[in-house]
Each structure stands twice: as C-alpha cells, then as structure tokens.
C-alpha cells in the first residue's frame, strides 16, 4: 500500500469531520452549551478534547491562526461551558448532521467505523497532541457518533503531522497560510477573513516568502510548488501508517465516497474553504 491511501481517506473523511464547523446543528449545540459566537464553538468545541486548556496550546496546536484571534475565545470559553459538557454535545449534534444529510449513513457506520476505529487504535500518537485527546475519548455506542468520532481522530492525527512538516520547512501559521494561498490550494481572502491576519501582516509574509524564492506577486514560483508538492507528500507519508492495519483500505475509501460527497452537495461546507479541501472525485 503507497501513501496516496492517506490522501484518498483524508479526501472522505474530512467532510465528514466538518460537519461540526458548517452544520446548523453543531452550531446550535455549541449555542446550547453556553459557548458565545462563532469562534468561541469553534475553538472550544475542537479544543475540548484537550480540558481547559490556555490559549498557548490552542495557539500552537492549531496553527495558523492569528494569536489576537484564539485569545478573544480561550480561556473565556472554558467559563461558559465546560470541556465535559461540550464533548457531550458536539458528537451527538454531529450524528445529527450527518443523518440529515447523508442517505443511509447509519449503515454505513455500522460497517466503517469499526475499521476506522482500528486505524485509530494502531496510529502511532508521539508528537500528535490533538489526535492524542481525541483517540482517548470512549467510542460512542452510536455508530454514526462513532464514525464521527473516528474520522476526527484521524483528521487530527493528519493535521498534527502536517504542522511538524510545515514547522520542519521554517514555515510558522502565517506563511504556511500565505504559500496555500499563492499555489491556489485556499484564497488569500478566506484566508485573511477566517485565520485573522491582517493585510499587512500577510503582505510581510508573502515578502518574506519572495525572499527564499517561494513566491512572486502573490503566485507561487516553480520553487515554491515544489515546497508545497512536498510538504503534502510528507504529510501524506507520516499519516498513512494507521491505514495499514485495515484489510482493505481502499475498499473502505470507496465506501465512503458517497458520503463525502452528500456532505459536499449539501452545500453547508464552502469550496474552497480554509482547509484546503476540494471536493471529492
């Protein structure tokens, strides 16, 4: 098994995971939770796994946004609602979403998320904070919870990955933001909107990123699609492992395309987005 199969996985189990950043029901439970606007949900409710944490872990662990951006929501959101009522809400409300908008999901669940949950118990969590909190949370009994549930610990152990990558190549939140942009993966706008840059700053990066070559005019230079082409492959490399412990991962891939893709079709989740998803194919 080559490393595409962690790309192919990250391309069915992302949307799935992102329902509980798009989903009228995940953005009323963290309503319901006490947790005030957008960005305290999203914060709170992604970095509940890890407990009460400062805003210096939440900073670090998800990168690329702006400090001023994560402290304007923790550590006030741990005020409003606690770790343990939001992880009791947010997976639950997922389930929801996911039942609304993907036709059958629930036997697709019964049959993926025991598989998931596998890859999820033989992935290496050494350096991979936020995939560490996730995969110690108990399965729930529901299975379409369970599917979230999985396909969340996975994404994170992805993303994890994909921070030390970027870090290994001297690039911070900012300039990692500012490269995805230039070779046309997110738009600088999104970017700029979701992430909390401001112009200035972001005009600072793309000048540093000219300096090494990386860019030019906001376009990234054949150098700086090389770095990009690389930096996926590693990241893909270093999250492929989990998926190996599966019989058949690529038949577990093929059934959850058309889940992906409902998610895709419901038009809740934007593309592009600020993760860089495109549609599955």
């Known amino acids: 098994m080559d490393d595409s199969i962690a790309r192919d996985m990250w391309m069915v189990l992302e949307p799935l995971h992102a329902v509980t950043y798009f989903s009228p029901e995940c953005l009323e439970a963290n309503k319901g939770v006490g947790l005030k606007g957008f960005w305290m949900g999203y914060f709170g409710s992604r970095g509940a796994p890890l407990g009460a944490v400062p805003a210096g872990v939440v900073e670090a662990t998800f990168f690329g946004f702006h400090p001023s951006r994560v402290r304007r929501a923790v550590p ?34 019964a049959e993926a998320a025991p598989m998931l949950h596998r890859a999820v118990e033989a992935a290496d969590a050494a350096g991979r904070p936020l995939f560490a909190a996730n995969r110690d949370l108990n399965m729930p009994n529901d299975p379409v919870e369970a599917l979230w549930q999985a396909a969340t610990a996975l994404r994170e152990h992805r993303g994890d990955g994909h921070v030390a990558v970027l870090t290994s190549e001297g690039l911070d939140g900012l300039t990692s933001n500012v490269l995805a942009a230039a070779v046309g993966a997110v738009t600088s706008d999104q970017m700029l909107r979701s992430r909390g840059w401001t112009q200035e700053q972001w005009d600072e990066a793309s000048a540093a990123l000219a300096a090494r070559g990386l860019v030019d005019g906001g376009t990234a230079t054949d150098a700086g699609r090389s770095l990009k082409s690389r930096i996926e492959g590693r990241t893909d490399a270093l999250a492929a492992p989990p998926y190996r412990v599966l019989d ?7 059934r959850l395309v058309p889940a992906a893709r409902a998610v895709a079709d419901a038009g809740e989740m934007p593309f592009p987005n600020p993760i860089g998803l495109p549609r599955v194919g």
């Open 248 to 254: 058949d991962p690529k038949a577990l891939y093929e």
């Open 76 to 109: 006030d959101a741990w005020r409003f609602a606690s770790p343990e009522s939001i992880l009791a809400a947010r997976g639950t409300a997922a389930a929801r979403a996911l039942r609304r908008i993907v036709p059958g999901i629930d036997a697709v669940a």
